[in-house]
């Protein structure tokens, strides 16, 4: 597994980058938003690990450019910036988890283990989390070979979550993802979507769930075992 820290703190590179490696992870460093977007287009890693407060700008905006040059991996957001509004700004970003500092190394290396193990192929037209896939090009979803019945609504917010899966997404996230041009999504037509959409999960037997994040958004997890 190779990574890539983004850290301006030389102190803070030199420690973390030895937890890391110490864990036995490939690592790559930089401390700019300029070496982040040169390295994350140059190099497969598998996981970013990105400092917000960067010299050359701000983490948030290079994580979304990174985002809609379609750069699909797992992105660790470690700052200093810990409000409630701070972090649903993150998550908003692209980012799919947020670790306020100062933090426990170990629970770095947590979140880390937690992010390289997202289940499914996350990118292509056909995405598959667990037992369920959706094929865009045909519109349908499936769970364990069978057909669930979801309106292209529903579809899109499944395909939200799976391309994120295992991480949370704000709820805003989604309304704007799922919103259609002059139209808004309300935040009560999200919760209705999330609603039907777990209830056919739910009777499916598929071996993922939507959980609620309270004051947050959703995520697609894996069902316990």
Known sequence: MRLLLVEDSDRLQELLGETLRQAGYGLDVVGTVAGMLESAATVSYDLL????????????????????????????????????????????????????????????????????????????????????????????????????????????????????????????????ALSEQGRELSSNAVEALVSRTRKVLVESGADVSIETVRGVGYALKPMPK
Do not use: C, W
Request: cysteine-free; hydrophobic content about 45%; glycine content about 10%.
């Open 49 to 176: 690990i990105v400092d917000l407060g960067l010299p050359d700008g701000d983490g948030l905006d290079a994580i979304n450019a990174l985002r809609t040059q379609g750069f699909v991996k797992p992105i660790l957001i470690i700052t200093a910036r810990g409000s409630v509004h701070e972090r649903i700004s993150g998550l908003d970003s692209g980012a799919d988890d947020y670790l306020p500092k100062p933090f426990n190394h170990g629970e770095l290396l947590a979140r880390v283990r937690a992010l390289l193990r997202r289940p499914g192929d996350l990118s292509g037209p056909v995405l598959r989390v667990g037992s369920v896939m959706v094929d865009e090009a045909a519109a349908e979803a499936h769970s364990g070979g069978k057909l669930l019945d979801l309106r292209l609504s529903e579809r899109r917010l499944l395909l939200v979550l799976m391309r994120r899966a295992g991480a949370v997404v704000a709820k805003a996230s989604i309304e704007s």
